[in-house]
Antibody, heavy 114, light 112 residues
Framework: EVQLVESGGGLVQPGRSLKLSCLASGFTFSNYGMNWIRQAPGKGLEWVASISSSSSYIYYADTVKGRFTISRDNAKNTLYLQMTSLRSEDTALYYC???????WGQGVMVTVSS | DVVMTQTPPSLSVAIGQSVSISCKSSQSLVHSDGKTYLNWLLQNPGQSPKRLIYQVSNLGSGVPDRFSGTGSEKDFTLKISRVEAEDLGVYHCVQATHVPHTFGAGTKLELK
């Protein structure tokens, strides 16, 4: 069974940094591209970033480009999202999702507030 | 970016009723590999999204056949036959053909 478990969320002040992790199991992680997707409270879903299976291709939403970095460690079956210069509008539930958004984790909450 | 226009924004249904949700894209969703990466997701209250339908019409694992997806190119429909209580929540369409992946605004299915 595919499982994706996010961690690393919390309350952070504007301008600070936070790093999210997503531990994958139940499939060969190194064979799949991965995504981060977020959902602000009461809002819809917004794609944040994607990374290919070997990290050769990386894409970001314009809203996070230059501030967020997606990466992965295939030896550890783990996806990461390094978030810097956080803003209040980054407050959201962050999900990791497998290639073509086929499987989703349970999400981790990030709250940016002073 | 591909714009996904999903309608209606909400539906009020009785158990056992059938409903349809529409999703239209601003560009063709046919990938260069010939496949069309249009998924339907269900987000039950307080839960993460779960994939119901992938590549327009394929049922996800464990998804009952009350759900069906149709469409092509830019025009897609999700149909739920004989709605059950467990079907209530928000339905999202998402295109995974183009980057960035983009989502419809969602359709909230509520009990009448």
């Amino acid at each position: 069974e595919v499982q994706l478990v996010e961690s690393g969320g919390g309350l952070v002040q504007p301008g600070r940094s936070l790093k999210l992790s997503c531990l994958a199991s139940g499939f060969t992680f190194s064979n799949y591209g991965m995504n981060w997707i977020r959902q602000a409270p009461g809002k819809g879903l917004e794609w944040v970033a994607s990374i290919s299976s070997s990290s050769s291709y990386i894409y970001y939403a314009d809203t996070v480009k230059g501030r967020f970095t997606i990466s992965r460690d295939n030896a550890k079956n783990t996806l990461y999202l390094q978030m810097t210069s956080l803003r209040s509008e980054d407050t959201a539930l962050y999900y990791c999702a497998r290639h073509r958004v086929s499987h989703w984790g349970q999400g981790v909450m990030v709250t940016v507030s002073s | 970016d591909v714009v996904m226009t999903q309608t209606p924004p909400s539906l009020s249904v009785a158990i056992g009723q059938s409903v349809s949700i529409s999703c239209k894209s601003s560009q063709s969703l046919v990938h260069s590999d010939g496949k069309t990466y249009l998924n339907w997701l269900l987000q039950n209250p307080g839960q993460s999204p779960k994939r119901l339908i992938y590549q327009v019409s394929n049922l996800g694992s464990g998804v009952p056949d009350r759900f069906s997806g149709t469409g092509s190119e830019k025009d897609f429909t999700l149909k739920i036959s004989r709605v059950e209580a467990e079907d209530l929540g928000v339905y999202h369409c998402v295109q995974a053909t183009h980057v960035p992946h983009t989502f419809g605004a969602g359709t909230k299915l509520e009990l009448k």
